[in-house]
């Protein structure tokens, strides 16, 4: 089966461009998971959906940054009006089920902005 | 809130060589551990887990880890390294009953040389 896949790969933006980027997970994971890695560093958690529920937003960093997964699989993370501190790789993760410590994670967008 | 700390960003071993990678959280609560690697261009693929039980925990790869809750750490070791080791390893730590979310180390990498 296939894994977790994040689309674009690559993304050019210049400074106050609007951004999307895409997450499928695992077909059937229930929850699905958003970090970003900023260049040198480890994974920082941004957002959480059990199904199509944000459980949990308390790291996305502005009031900029917006996630949805309205039908509980597809999720698209949208950064308005970006800045050069939001260049960065944004990972994407699902996991099984609700209590499910697994998770696995999709190749990550790399986000450039000029 | 629970923190990760991995203790060199760098490590170089040569081929056939042992190696141990360090890495020490604080919680207040119960943890749950686990690494993970990344290779170039990559996501994160899952190396092992500890969530309960035996405190050695052993892994893809021929990795394994030792989970010590007096010293609260969770160093990972592999007896003889190949080159194919060489990437990015990040510790995580997930908070017992706290919604799955992984908080990370920053990550250490491992130069594998022959």
């Known amino acids: 089966g296939a894994g977790v896949s994040q689309s674009p790969r690559y993304k050019v933006a210049k400074r106050g461009q609007d951004v999307a980027l895409r997450c499928d997970p695992i077909?059937?994971?229930?929850?699905l998971f958003w970090y970003q890695q900023a260049l040198g560093q480890g994974p920082e958690f941004l957002t959480y959906f059990q199904n199509e529920a944000q459980l949990d937003k308390s790291g996305l960093p502005s009031d900029r940054f917006f996630a949805e997964r309205p039908e509980g699989s597809v999720s698209t993370l949208k950064i308005q009006r970006t800045q050069q501190e939001d260049s960065a790789v944004y990972l994407c993760?699902?996991?099984?089920?609700?209590?499910?410590?697994?998770?696995?994670f999709g190749p990550g967008t790399r986000l450039t902005v000029t | 809130a629970q923190s990760v700390t991995q203790l060199d960003s760098q490590v170089p071993v040569f081929e056939e060589a042992p190696v141990e990678l360090r890495c020490n959280y604080s919680?207040?609560?119960?943890?749950?551990l686990f690494w993970y690697v990344q290779y170039p261009n990559q996501g994160l693929q899952l190396l092992l887990k500890?969530?309960?039980?035996?405190?050695l925990v052993k892994g893809i790869n021929g990795f394994e880890a030792e989970f010590n809750k007096s010293q609260t750490s969770f160093h990972l070791r592999k007896p003889s390294v190949h080159i194919s080791d060489t990437a990015e390893y990040f510790c995580?730590?997930?908070?017992?009953?706290?919604?799955?979310?992984?908080?990370f180390g920053g990550g250490t990498r491992l130069m594998v040389k022959p």
């Open positions: 995580a730590v997930s908070e017992a009953d706290a919604g799955n979310m992984l908080t």
């Open positions: 919680s207040s609560v119960s943890v749950y």
């Open positions: 500890y969530l309960s039980g035996s405190t």
């Open positions: 077909s059937g994971h229930v929850s």
């Open positions: 993760a699902s996991s099984l089920l609700v209590n499910s410590y697994e998770q696995y």
